[in-house]
């Protein structure tokens, strides 16, 4: 049941049902005279047999608040304003303000009654320790995100900055490492590690870390999965999200590259080389960077007037060598070969230069092959190759830097940074050979 209009003496609130089947009952309260913004009373009803009837009263109840309050108002020709308890007490913006953040503030005890459990298997949860049934666990942190709870106390925490890493990618997570270490050394603080593909399936990476209490959490190529972040942020330990993999189901800060403009550059530098039969190999599209380093690639070729030709796209399974090789072999197969291979990353990009070794293809003189990340052996490999550099060290010390702004409650004056890729030309990249 919606608000009634701001002006209005009389409020009939609403009452919303959560997935816990608890009760969650709004009122509105009237505008605050300093901020401006509208204010309500807010109570939750535990879910049971008798949750209906207990929220109709509780509405009921701040119904009668309100009307009170602005009747009094009404009658010493104030403005409505915020309400005051029943009993007709003044209330000053100030102490309105302190008010609606102790009805918004829930407490452990709150959140142990609205799941039905001890506040101590609250406490459990919240600190990443064992002894809850899994059950238990799911229905407390389902409470925690339905009311987005976050921790009143601060707690002592750790100073350490723990890196969570989905598979220890060699190159990319020593590059990250030592960006976060920059950082983190910096203030003094030293840096962990998780390889989440490494943990007991019997234990989250978030439990593991609510233990040990980080100053903040890095994930890398991680999504954001909602029972890890519900608990890092209610137990107040701050999370940024480094090149995630899938769209954030919550508002997570995160450091990126410029993917798309990275792609873009790629494959104008082989446009203005004369390729015109250009093959690309992307990364799996659930991955935001692969969509987006394809959707860079089109709009270089539509900008030549050169269409995309969906016979030499390739998906791949993974940013894998194997990847590169199987596909590179089927590419090489076709009696039309491309004279050109985009590649998701470095790694797809060397088991494309295997697939031409065995084919008998010479690079860059029969095929150009430009790979994206500039990982290490980009250029040991032989020929050097051609590739678009991530800036993975800064990308870790941007998110460290995040992280610790979190920390301090310092506003953050955007919620995603994109540091900017380069194209790195080497010599994997020629002029196509003059048809014979």
Known sequence: MPDRAAGNLTARGEIEKLPSGSLRV???????????????????????????????????????EVDTHRASRTRTGGAPGPAA???????????ARQ?????????????????????????????????????????????????????PDSPARAASIEVVFYGMLSNLAIAVMHGVEQVAGAHHLSVGFTDVLQLSTHRSWAQDLLARRPTGVVTVHLTSPTEPHTLLTASAIPLVALDPTGEPQHPVPSVGATDWNGALAATRHLLDLGH?????????????CARARLDGIRAALDAEGVPLDQRLVRTGLWFAFEDGLNHGRELL??????????????????GVYEAARQAGRIIPDELSVV?????APAMWCGPAMTTVRQPFT??????AKLVLAIAAGKPLGHDRVELATTLIVRDSTAPPRPPA
């Open 394 to 399: 800064e990308m870790g010390a941007t998110a």
């Open 276 to 288: 015109r039969r250009i093959a690309v190999i992307t990364g799996p599209p659930d991955r935001l």
């Open 371 to 375: 790979g994206f990340d500039d990982i």
């Open 99 to 151: 008010r609606e953040r102790r009805t918004s503030d829930l407490t452990g005890a709150t959140i142990a009654r609205l799941a039905g459990v001890s506040t101590a298997t609250v406490s459990k949860v919240l600190n990443g320790r064992s002894g809850v049934a899994a059950r238990t666990r799911q229905r407390v942190e389902t409470v925690l995100r339905e009311h987005h709870y976050r921790r």
């Open 333 to 350: 197969r076709l009696a039309d070969p491309p004279t050109a291979i985009l590649c998701g990353n470095d790694l797809q990009a060397l």
């Open 26 to 64: 709004r009122v509105y309260a009237g505008v605050d005279p300093v901020s401006r913004k509208r204010r309500y009373l807010v109570e939750t009803v535990p879910a049971g047999p008798s949750a209906a009837a207990d929220a109709e009263a509780v509405r009921a109840r701040l119904v009668r």
């Open 85 to 95: 308890p029943a009993g007709g007490q003044a209330v000053t913006p100030a102490v």
